[in-house]
């Protein structure tokens, strides 16, 4: 009923930028908090970013002030915007989004994740 498709993932040199958006469609009511996670190989998941419906965002220490996270309602959609990349933030990148869907309630849906490397 609800579908999370990301987009932007790809090989960037250190120093270098990436953008990822994530779209949400389906049966939906209304969106509530949207997140970024990443999973290198051999680690553990890692929440990234947050931004509630309100805007409010929360932001990993290791990515502070190199990433930001946005979103645009209108179209069910949330971005991330990854600058000065390091080697350490290679991994698979998910979009996750808590949504209520029309005559139903709230539940945490999940991308289907995008590579990002960073090498030179």
Known sequence: QVQLVESGGGLVQ???SLGLSCA?????????AMRWYRQAP???RELVATITNGGITNYAD??????TISRDNAKNTVY???NSL???DTAVYYCTAEIRIVGGGIDNYWG?????????
């Open 42 to 44: 051999e680690k553990q």
């Open 24 to 32: 949400a469609s389906g049966s939906i009511f209304s969106i509530y």
């Open 62 to 67: 290791s990515v502070k002030g190199r990433f």
């Open 80 to 82: 991330l915007q990854m």
């Open 112 to 120: 289907q994740g995008t590579q990002v490397t960073v090498s030179s």
């Open 14 to 16: 250190p120093g270098g």
């Open 86 to 88: 390091k080697p350490e």
